[in-house]
């Protein structure tokens, strides 16, 4: 059965107490616009995100929700851009895994800290990359593509979104794990990559589900597998690429909401508990499963947890992996 918004408010004001203080009973917060930073271009998957649930809390919040897109230096300047705004609950990152988990062991001379710096809210949804492989490709499983590499009867070639992206490690695993035989072919983003993977001119590509699922429904593209360490329901007869043999591989796109250190916890309380309400809305379910998406209510602690995770997961991979910045 799935919580009502009173029993959400209540269950989440237990561990937020500060939620039931005269400032925000008064309606103290939010008194004027609320901006939703988004640390890439229009069209992505994060960015789809920000707007339906943007478009849910200006109701619930009673004023205007409104998402700004500041793209630049892999979602570095976006961030930026909430870490140094007042703590107020005015300004709201859409966090991604790059430049939150990645970045901290990845980029040089960083000038954030996201563990330091922001507050984790509520993870909205934690999207499965697709690997997949032109519709003409002799590869039909994952261990078919691994086996390949392991023989180097040629050349196996991978595209990325660009260096440093989850689909580029997730690549760069997948070729430790076969001992080699893989070659990084990036990209300067997801659209030039997937048109290369479609032209033939590349192996295979860890890509955004809502870009790969209308090429495999056309038969231009096959999907061998998907990123993440359980199936997804959009795609419920796509083995993961466990399944196909690698253990212990989880690659995923999370999106969520952040806030700049300091924000006060019934902020944080009141915004996580609109959020679960809204993703458990049968509308936004539906919607965001079909971006690849597994969508899981959960407390600003919980999701503050996974993001620790993931930050000392990447920093592993990418000792491992031996990958650096362009």
């Known amino acids: 059965m799935m919580p009502t918004r009173r029993g959400v408010l209540a269950g989440l004001a237990l ?20 901006t939703i930073t988004v640390a890439y271009a229009p069209g992505g998957t994060g960015d ?8 849910r809390l200006r109701p619930a919040l009673g004023q205007s929700v409104v998402v700004e897109n500041r793209s630049g230096a892999s979602g570095a300047i976006g961030t930026q851009a909430v870490v140094r705004a007042a703590p107020d ?14 970045a901290k062991s990845f980029v040089p001379n960083i000038a954030y800290d996201a563990e330091r710096d922001l507050v984790p809210i509520v993870m909205i949804g934690d999207a499965a990359l697709a690997l997949v492989v032109p519709g003409n490709s002799p590869f039909r499983s994952v261990a078919e593509l691994m086996a390949a590499a392991r023989a180097r009867s040629r050349g196996i070639t991978f595209a990325s ?30 659209g030039p990559a997937l048109t290369d993977l479609l032209g033939g001119h590349v192996d295979f590509f860890f890509s955004g589900m809502p870009a790969a699922v209308p090429h495999v429904r056309e038969g231009t593209l096959r ?75 959960n407390t600003p602690a919980e999701f503050a947890a996974m993001v620790r995770r993931d930050i000392a997961k990447y920093a592993e991979v990418i000792r491992a992996t031996g990958v650096k910045p362009e």
């Not at 440093?164 to 490690?169: A, K, N, S, Y």
């Open 161 to 190: 979104a660009g260096t440093g992206t989850p689909g580029h490690f997730a690549a760069e695993v997948l070729a430790l794990r076969a001992g080699g035989g893989m070659t990084h072919v990036p990209y300067r983003g997801a």
């Open 48 to 55: 789809t995100f920000a707007r339906a649930v943007a478009d």
């Open 223 to 297: 999907m061998l597998a998907v990123s993440t360490a359980r199936r997804r329901p959009g795609v419920p007869d796509v083995p993961t690429v466990q399944e196909g043999g690698v253990p212990d591989f989880d690659f995923s796109l999370w999106s969520g909401l952040f806030a700049p250190a300091g924000t006060p916890p019934a902020v944080v309380g009141r915004v996580n508990a609109e959020v679960n309400t809204i993703i458990a809305d049968p509308a936004i379910r539906g919607r965001f499963i079909q971006e690849g998406a597994e969508i899981l209510a």
């Open 89 to 102: 609950g005015y300004s709201l990152l859409l966090g991604q895994t790059p430049e939150i988990a990645i």
């Open 15 to 34: 561990g937020y107490p500060a939620l039931a203080s005269p400032a925000l009973a008064q309606g103290a917060w939010p008194t004027r616009t609320i």
